[in-house]
């Protein structure tokens, strides 16, 4: 909810300041707004070397026992076997591909110390700051008396009547719909207006639902006068529905006696293997 007033907490403000920067005022050529400046007194010292790089390599590091200078670091695969259907002529020369090498522990080819932080890099030397002893301040320009001043008492009052409302809405959502606006200056009636919109909206949709509940339960008890199984089997689906939303431990046992039912009900029934029986050997008489 915005609160202030639409004199000053507008940005900009409905109402302009009563004084304004001078166009005409400028800064003077001997005004100093540097708070800090390089100490004019300071030294770069001697020791202090600028071309030392920032990483150096490692002068403690010694090369392993064991690493093979002349060994590579991968070679063919001893365990690869030319494919059957290899074409030197489509396919080139077939190579076997590279793995590691076994031989390498700790290391093959040419050994490098690791890199590290040179402990003696400093950078580029700078002069420390110290405080500008001519240091004025920040400037800024005179102000002035505002020559487009002016007072709206009442700035609604010359506004015509507010016929339409625009809202422009940026969004990758479709679907988003604007209704009933309220303009007003109370915020309890504003809550007012929303509560007794959205108490009949929510009663309209109740409504469509128990309509559409009720024609819905007014088809299953068509069926099931009719007979008809699949309405059977909707109605204990209901119910498991229903007592897993009430007792889920008990939903399961329900649950099972449905499918059990339904198993029995489809499953095909098989004549007893005698009776089969006894009419081939009718034929064959």
């Known amino acids: 909810v915005f609160t202030g007033s639409p004199h000053e907490s507008f940005a900009p403000p409905l109402t302009p300041p009563t004084e304004i920067d ?13 708070a800090k400046i390089d100490d004019p007194d300071a030294v770069k010292p001697d020791d202090w070397d600028e071309d030392a790089p920032r990483k150096i390599p490692d002068p ?30 489509e396919d080139g020369e077939w190579e076997a591909p590279l793995v590691d090498n076994p031989n390498c522990d700790p290391g093959c080819g040419d050994w490098a110390p690791p890199i590290i932080d040179n402990p003696d890099y400093k950078g580029k030397w700078k002069a420390p700051k110290i405080d500008n002893p001519a240091f ?86 068509d069926k099931l006068q009719r007979g008809d199984l699949s309405a059977k089997i909707e109605v204990k689906l209901r119910e498991a529905y229903a007592l897993a939303q009430a007792q889920p431990l008990a939903a399961a046992a329900t649950i099972f006696a ?6 029995a009900l489809l499953k095909p029934k098989r004549q007893p293997a005698a009776a089969d029986d006894d009419d081939d050997a009718a034929a064959a008489a």
């Open 258 to 263: 449905v499918l059990a039912a339904l198993i």
């Open 22 to 34: 001078d166009p005409e005022d400028s800064k003077p050529a001997d005004w100093v707004d540097a």
């Open 60 to 89: 403690t590091a010694t090369k392993p026992s064991g690493w093979l200078d002349d060994e590579p670091d991968k070679v063919p695969d001893p365990e690869a076997a030319r494919p059957a259907d290899w074409d030197d002529e």
């Open 136 to 221: 004025v301040g920040p400037w800024a320009p005179r102000k002035i008396p505002n020559p487009h001043y002016f007072k709206a008492d009442n700035p609604a009052k010359a506004l015509p009547p507010i016929g339409a409302v625009a809202v422009e809405v940026w969004t990758t959502n479709a679907g988003i719909l604007y209704d009933n606006f309220a303009l007003g200056h109370d915020a309890k009636d504003a809550k007012a207006f929303a509560k007794a919109f959205y108490d009949k909206q929510a009663a309209e949709e109740q409504a469509k639902r128990k309509k559409k509940q009720d024609k819905e339960a007014k088809k299953l008890e």
